[in-house]
């Protein structure tokens, strides 16, 4: 599924639901965009949940531990995200206009909160030296089986120079995947290939992916995109930072 950027009248924007739309992600994911001195309650009686600053400046108040957290834009700040178990309440304060992304999903276990701040992102380059580097990019896991070994989620964000691709070459994975692309000016554009079929990307666009459906992503010339990606571990299957890829392209990571 593609979905097209909207956000409602509360300045909400709903990119998947458990219960409702693509559902099929096992996933809550919404991004909020808060104006200064709002608040945001976050807390799930049988999910946990992870609130990715985006841009802007907020308190965040959990465990009676208060945090203040800001970032320029996602394009120039490395990220900062609390994650936090069922059964546990976070505020979200705004204490400038904001933007944040709360990704959430059923999981039985409980954990102690983490706060991963911009000094503990790592940016790994990916495919730098291949295809005269038109697919080379730079990958941030915020966490995920091996560091998160108790959640049912990963987290992350890519970095894609202008022109360029990722996700390449297409591939695919059992477990289900959601793509939420910003853009930093509004006529920037790109690509989204779900299977064979091709999606045009703006600024707040959202791609999510079932299980065996490849997927491969190229933003235009002139535009950096940047990309949080989010996979939903499946019951006794967790993405163990494998992928499957399509075979028709495999001859391409062959060295000469």
């Known amino acids: 599924m ?14 998947a639901s458990i219960n409702g739309r693509n559902k099929e992600m096992l996933m809550d994911i919404t991004v909020h965009r808060l104006k200064q001195g709002e608040e945001l309650v976050v807390s799930e009686k049988d999910m946990e949940s992870a609130i ?8 965040l108040e959990y465990d009676q531990n208060v945090y203040r957290v800001q970032r320029k834009d996602m394009f120039q700040d490395l990220p900062t995200c609390l994650h936090i178990s ?3 309440a976070a505020m979200v304060i705004a204490l400038e206009d904001s933007e944040v992304l709360i990704q959430s999903t059923q999981n039985d276990r409980e954990f102690k909160s983490r706060l991963y701040l ?21 990958v941030i ?14 987290l992350g964000e890519i970095f894609v120079p202008q022109g360029r691709w990722f996700s390449y070459i297409p591939h695919h994975h059992p477990q289900p995947e959601v793509y939420y692309y910003r853009l930093q000016r509004e006529e920037g554009f790109g690509v989204c290939f779900i299977d064979d079929k091709p999606y045009t990307i703006k600024d707040g666009s959202c791609a999510s992916f079932l299980g065996g459906q490849t ?11 940047y990309c949080c990606w989010m ?3 499946l019951e006794n299957n967790p993405w163990k930072r494998t992928r499957i890829d399509d075979e028709r392209y495999t001859h391409l990571l062959k060295k000469e």
């Open 231 to 233: 996979i939903r571990h």
């Open 118 to 138: 911009p000094s503990q992102a790592k940016k790994v380059t990916s495919c730098e030296g291949l295809w005269e580097d038109t697919a080379k990019r730079e």
């Open 215 to 225: 997927h491969a992503q190229v933003t235009a010339p002139g535009y950096p995109m």
């Open 86 to 88: 069922k059964n546990t």
């Open 52 to 59: 990715l600053l985006l841009q802007g400046s907020l308190e």
């Open 141 to 154: 896991t915020i966490f995920d089986y091996y560091n998160a070994p108790y959640s049912n989620m990963v």
């Open 2 to 15: 593609f979905i097209t950027p909207k956000f409602d009248k509360n300045g909400c924007q709903r990119l």
